[in-house]
């Protein structure tokens, strides 16, 4: 029953090469975020959907493109994979609320990208 | 930009006694103050969180003190256990952004 899942847990390759990661929540919620967290365990946003609407793009390098397919899923396609891109990627979803606000952010348990 | 700053980057805690972490925030429109616990492997999970219109919030050993004229909030966790030990993030966002701004963690060991 797990809320918001994420596959693979850990994906290591080789530098230039193009990876995806997959989210899915089966919490019915509008909202879905792609966080990084760094080797000294830094989390940032890098971006949000809502109802499959890209809302949030921080300054991620093109390289990386979000798609949502529906709004129970937010994959992550990265291309030219890049030494420095080795972090654990997780996904979050939300539920609005109102009032322009969103709920709380579950996260699933994060894919550890190791690149070589 | 570390719009949100966090301290201590580490803490050890004997069990049964307090663990103390603080954060400080710099943008006045944040709203919203969540703290997140994370286990090794895991993903982050909220703990509690709070928003500026009271200045304390508890929900079991768990508190979150407000000051909002010092832009500052605070995690006590009280009777600290060894399950408590995890890294501990603060976060900040505004109304109308679902951005979650994260402080830099803090690491709370919770010896015997």
């Known amino acids: 029953d797990t809320a918001v899942s994420q596959t693979p847990k850990y994906l290591v390759t080789q530098m230039g090469n193009d990876k995806s990661i997959k989210c899915e929540q089966n919490?019915?919620?509008?909202?879905m975020y792609w966080y990084k967290q760094d080797s000294k365990k830094f989390l940032k946003i890098m971006f949000s959907y809502n109802n499959k609407e890209l809302i949030i793009n921080e300054t991620v390098p093109n390289r990386f493109s979000p798609k949502s397919p529906d709004k129970a899923h937010l994959n992550l396609h990265i291309n030219s994979l890049e030494l420095g891109d080795s972090a654990v990627y997780f996904c979050a979803s939300s539920q609005e609320i109102g009032g322009g606000r969103t709920d709380t952010q579950y996260f699933g348990p994060g894919t550890r990208l190791t690149v070589l | 930009q570390q719009q949100v700053k966090q301290s201590p980057q580490s803490l050890i805690v004997q069990k049964g006694g307090i663990s103390i972490i603080n954060c400080a925030y710099e943008n006045t429109a944040f709203d919203y103050f969540p703290w997140y616990q994370q286990f090794p492997g895991k993903g982050p999970a909220l703990l509690i969180a709070i928003r500026p219109d009271v200045s304390e919030k508890k929900e079991g050993r768990f508190t979150i003190s407000f000051n909002k004229s010092a832009k500052q909030f605070s995690l006590h966790i009280m009777d600290s256990q060894p399950g408590d030990s995890a890294t501990y993030f603060c976060?900040?966002?505004?109304?109308?952004?679902?951005?979650?701004?994260f402080g830099t963690g803090t690491r709370l060991t919770i010896i015997p």
């Open positions: 919490l019915g919620h509008d909202t």
């Open positions: 976060a900040a966002s505004k109304v109308g952004n679902e951005k979650l701004t």
